[in-house]
């Protein structure tokens, strides 16, 4: 068989094949360039998903006679000045996408450019010219793709329902839109408007687009290292989703989907949230572009970094920074049977402070400038409370005035499980297994990486007995949890002797703690890093060692908990990314009862 030339309308469709999968693959191409153009309003208009009609109408710079014929060129851009394709600020670049689209589809180009008194129409049907002419159009450039892949069955067939496709449109929309926040964007699909969003800030953006409960659940990134910049949005911890559906990754502002970026995002929310849940977050990462391949596919949805340790090195370390800083909050909770809205305590940031009167706490308000101090409860090292070792005691009433406390003062304990304490700005429930659970993870976190976690050596050896798998995982993991303060050894085939406990762990129960532990370890052990590993024990630990819910605490001991709580990191919610606490504020309550 000889070798042959392949005719040019076969080459622009093997080319189509690849940059045009799908109607949101020529949606995302054409608003692309209409971005290019310098457009400062994009209108898209679809029909059945896509399938029927694609349409994107700018205000950029538009194009005259001649740059439209060249447009239709392979291999033809304005976007290369020179040969440096590293440098390359545009969205496109290959010059590909209109001649790729008009041999898969009925492709018709208008455009008029600024200072013209008309524009110019181009129609190409599936690779053949068929038409050319004036067209009336205000400056800019208007291209209506109808009937993709009618004339090739082939593709036609493997696309997906109308309903489908329209998705993968408005995520194609979404990820341009949030990117460029100075550009306005309409979506009309059938007739019906789906996303109108003006020229705004990136963070109003991000909410716009994605939920405009980020504006009260978010927190804002921005963080350098060397010459690697991360901006954007991120949720709480306890404002998630149960699919990844809502995560938008940016490199120097072009949308991708890449592994490393996800798996960064995922790691920084590590013990922060459950397995099956996700974060909202836009994340804009921005680098040298010498730093970073943007020419991997046509697609350009992905990306090579030169030193991809770095680039997940700056999201972890941005998100975690940004997590650490929001402190004890939590995500608003929604009550389903009244129109009452949780809110927290936003505004509030607590200093700890030792003066002559002994342990004190002060708290400031940004928004007031005011600063008060009030005596910290006894009985209490640092604010600090060892449960295990406090006899147990009814909560009593407290009588005290409410100091300015971001989640208050103890006034009670509901179910031996929530603690009910006064604010400034109305009531907070906290979850004490939950809260104490995260307050003994970040104190073991906090010990490892300084002088070592505390261990209590056990006056008498504990024996316990488990399967031999169980055994041997143990057994191999020993040297980690020696970090964490448990001391194990084999003790024969089937048996681990615990010679030393964590010591703020009291008095636990090591069956079934060693149960959990090398279920855990079973199911993690071999695909996370040695941190991950040694987060994912502690966080077990910490759970076996928190105060468990059925226990009655005193009202020093529920007050401090909040204390120490309102001080630590990620305290808003557990080890397993569930909330910690809720606030009631006093406008709900008055709702509650008809005042409002």
């Known amino acids: 068989m000889s070798i042959r030339r392949l005719p040019s309308a076969l080459i622009d469709r093997i080319a189509a094949g690849e940059v045009v999968e799908r109607p949101a693959s020529a949606l995302k191409e054409l608003v692309e360039n209409a971005l290019d153009a310098g457009a400062t309003t994009v209108a898209v208009r679809l029909s059945a998903g896509g399938l029927d009609l694609v349409e994107v109408t700018d205000d950029g710079s538009g194009m005259n006679e001649t740059e439209m014929e060249l447009a ?17 600020l545009s969205f496109g670049f290959r010059g590909e996408a209109l001649p790729s689209i008009a041999s898969v589809a009925r492709l018709t180009l ?39 892949f009618d004339k090739v069955p082939a593709r036609r067939k493997f696309l997906r329902s109308p309903r489908a496709e329209y998705s993968a449109c408005l995520d194609a929309v979404k990820r341009l839109a949030l990117a460029r926040p100075d550009v306005a964007f309409s979506v009309d699909h059938d007739g019906r408007r789906s996303i109108n969003v003006q020229r705004s800030s990136g963070p109003a953006r991000v909410a716009a687009l994605l939920d405009p409960s980020l504006e009260r659940h978010g927190l804002g990134i921005d963080f350098a290292r060397d010459q690697l910049r991360l ?8 404002f998630n989703r149960g699919m990844a559906d809502q995560q938008f990754l940016f490199v120097n502002r072009r949308p991708v989907k890449d592994r490393l970026l996800v798996g960064a995002l995922r790691a920084a929310y590590r013990d922060l949230l459950a397995r099956d849940r996700h974060p909202v ?24 970094f030169r030193d991809p340790s770095a680039v997940r ?12 800083e929001a402190g004890h909050r939590s995500a608003a909770h929604e009550q389903a049977a009244a129109p009452v809205q949780w809110t927290t305590s936003a505004d509030q940031e607590l200093a700890r402070h030792s003066g002559e009167g002994g342990n004190q706490a002060r708290a400031y308000s940004p928004a007031t400038g005011a600063t008060s101090w ?7 090292t640092e604010d600090r409370l ?13 009588l005290a005035p409410v100091p300015a406390h971001p989640l208050g003062v103890a006034r009670g304990q509901v179910a031996q499980t929530y603690i009910v304490a006064e604010a400034e700005d109305g009531l907070v429930i906290v979850d004490q297994h939950a809260a104490h659970e995260r307050l003994v993870l970040e104190r073991m976190r906090a010990a490892r990486e300084g002088d070592g976690v505390a261990r209590q050596d056990l006056l008498i050896a504990e024996t316990v007995e488990l399967d031999e798998t169980d055994c041997d995982r143990l057994e191999e993991a020993a040297p980690d949890l020696a970090e964490l303060g448990l001391e194990i050894e084999r003790f024969g085939p089937s048996a681990m002797l615990v010679r030393a406990v964590p010591a703020a762990l009291g008095k636990p129960d090591v069956a079934s703690l060693l149960a959990d532990l090398a279920a855990e370890i079973a199911e993690f052990g071999g695909t996370l890093s040695l941190r991950d590993r040694l987060d994912h024990v502690a966080a ?25 709580m309102e001080v630590t990191p990620r305290s808003g919610q557990c080890n397993h990314g569930r909330p910690t606490w809720v606030k009631l504020a006093h406008g709900d309550i008055e709702r509650l009862f008809g005042r409002r």
């Open 72 to 88: 239709l060129e392979r291999h033809a851009t304005s976007k290369l000045p020179d040969d440096h394709i590293e440098d390359v």
């Open 386 to 398: 060892d449960f295990a070792n406090l006899p147990l005691a009814r909560a009593e009433p407290a």
């Open 110 to 148: 208008e455009s008029r450019e600024r200072g013209n008194a008309e524009g110019w129409r181009i129609v190409v049907d599936h690779g053949a010219r068929t038409g050319q002419g004036p067209a009336a159009l205000p400056p800019g450039t208007r291209v209506r793709v109808e009937g993709l």
């Open 540 to 564: 077990t630990i910490a759970c076996h060692g928190s105060v468990r819910a059925g226990r009655t605490l005193s009202v020093a001991e529920m007050n401090a908990l909040l204390r120490e």
């Open 231 to 238: 901006t954007g949005v991120i949720s709480l911890p306890t």
């Open 374 to 380: 009030a005596p910290a409860f006894t009985g209490v």
């Open 313 to 324: 090195g700056l999201i972890i370390g941005g998100l975690r920074h940004a997590l650490d």
């Open 281 to 304: 977050a836009a994340l804009f990462v921005e680098v040298p572009g010498g730093e970073v391949d943007i020419n991997v596919h046509p697609a350009k949805t992905e990306v090579r």
